[in-house]
């Protein structure tokens, strides 16, 4: 089919923005309270201690997806998935307000720009699950494929827009980044809004039971689902370990000196990456290997945070960013197509938030531990100490789920 012929789809079309607006939002405002935290923190504490209260921002906002996922996912399986992203950027667009009311105040409080985050969490705790869980709901199964690959561009374009321009308000002043988000925020709204007003079915096609049966049953699925669990935790451990966000601040600040627009643009050679590969993805989705496409994708990841380590220069920074996110879209677009595609619709939200955990995981926990490794081995430390874990936990994953080593077609193995 032609790349764009998804977009006929109306319902998919907003969606499709819906999620992008948001994804912008949400990376635009993350950048802003990692680099006020980091700013107010180094008024009065060493590079040291500061990277470990930016990674602390990581922690609070997993700490609500980790007490929330299984239940997010049975909601999304028993509701509404429409109405529940709509609360969730309702939420969202509070949290963007407090924070402009926040920042206008003489002393920011890092107490309370914590507190924000966290609450910023529980509303990604449910909007995860209903957004992976709607999405195959919009087109004809049999483009699919072309569905996930779109709908991880979407991430991937709002992850590079989000932060260069977070960046780039954050230049003149956080307050600014705050309330672009709040602006994208109230449109993702709208978009819920427009969704909610046409006739398709957001709700799973098998009949709802008990809640915890629910939750139990999403559980045995995943643990029965051998290749779907290699993936995802495979992402989980390497990610973890080789997360570099939370320590791009260190970076941008005391050791490329590049100052808060580079910051944003650093910010967005993930994304930058991941980006042009996943519009090649939507074009050529993988069809075979799509195992070893997944590993080798992942010790790609792994070198190139090594070199990200070591390097003293901008352009080589950005270069070994933006590889590092090419790579990772491949493994983002393998996982996705195993969660959406291979299991059953009355499974997908349970399933979705299992794995949504398990990438929050390696996300705002893994920012977590690059504070914390950053506290004790240093920024460049930590860093490296993350590239080498990737690429060891990639061959300890091989031997470990030999279905995932072998995976061909992006299909469920015999069970």
């Known amino acids: 089919m032609h790349p764009y012929q998804i977009f006929r789809h109306r319902a998919f079309a907003l969606f499709w923005l819906g999620k992008l607006l948001t994804i912008m939002a949400t990376t635009a405002q993350s950048v802003a309270i990692g680099w006020q935290v980091y700013n107010v923190a180094r008024l009065t504490r060493s590079v040291e201690e500061s990277s470990l209260l930016v990674g602390m921002v990581g922690l609070v906002q997993f700490l609500p997806l980790f007490a929330l996922a299984l239940l997010a996912g049975e909601s999304a399986d028993r509701y509404d998935r429409r109405k529940i992203l709509l609360a969730c950027s309702g ?42 869980a709607l999405s195959p709901t919009l087109v004809p199964k049999e483009i699919l494929p072309h569905a996930v690959a779109w709908s991880t561009l979407s991430v991937q374009g709002g992850m590079v827009l989000g932060p260069w321009l977070g960046g780039m308000l954050c230049a003149i002043d956080p307050l600014w980044a705050y309330a672009f988000s709040g602006a994208l925020y109230f449109i993702a709204i709208v978009t819920c809004l427009a969704l909610l007003a046409m006739k398709i079915n957001a709700k799973a096609t098998h009949k709802s039971g008990a809640r915890m049966t629910m939750i139990k049953e999403g559980l045995a699925y995943l643990w029965s689902s051998k290749i779907v669990l290699g993936a995802i935790s495979l992402d989980l451990f390497a990610v973890f370990l080789g997360g570099v966000t939370a320590l791009l601040p260190v970076y941008a600040r005391d050791i490329l000196d590049v100052g808060a627009s580079g910051f944003g643009l650093l910010r967005s050679g ?31 990841y792994g070198i190139a945070t090594i070199i990200f380590a070591e390097s003293k220069t901008v352009w080589l920074s950005m270069g070994m960013l933006v590889l590092l996110g090419a790579a990772d879209s491949v493994s983002v677009f393998v996982r996705q197509s195993l969660v959406q595609i291979v299991t059953p619709d009355h499974m997908r939200g349970r399933v979705s938030a299992v794995s949504g955990l398990f990438i929050s995981a390696s996300n705002e926990f893994g920012e977590f531990e690059s504070g914390v490794a950053a506290r004790l081995l240093g920024p460049i430390g930590a860093v490296l100490f993350g590239g080498i874990g990737s690429i060891v936990i990639t061959g300890l994953w091989a031997k470990i789920f030999p279905a995932l080593r072998k995976a061909d077609k992006l299909v469920a193995p015999e069970l």
């Open 91 to 132: 939420l969202q667009l509070i949290s963007s307000v407090m924070l402009v009311l926040v920042s206008l105040q003489d002393q920011t409080s890092l107490t309370i720009l914590f507190a924000i985050a966290g609450m910023f969490g529980v509303s990604r705790a449910f909007s995860g699950p209903a957004s992976s």
């Open 270 to 300: 993930p994304a930058l990456g991941g980006g042009l590969v996943t519009l090649v993805l939507s074009v050529r989705p993988i069809r075979r290997h799509a195992g070893p496409w997944m590993l080798w994708a992942v010790v790609v």
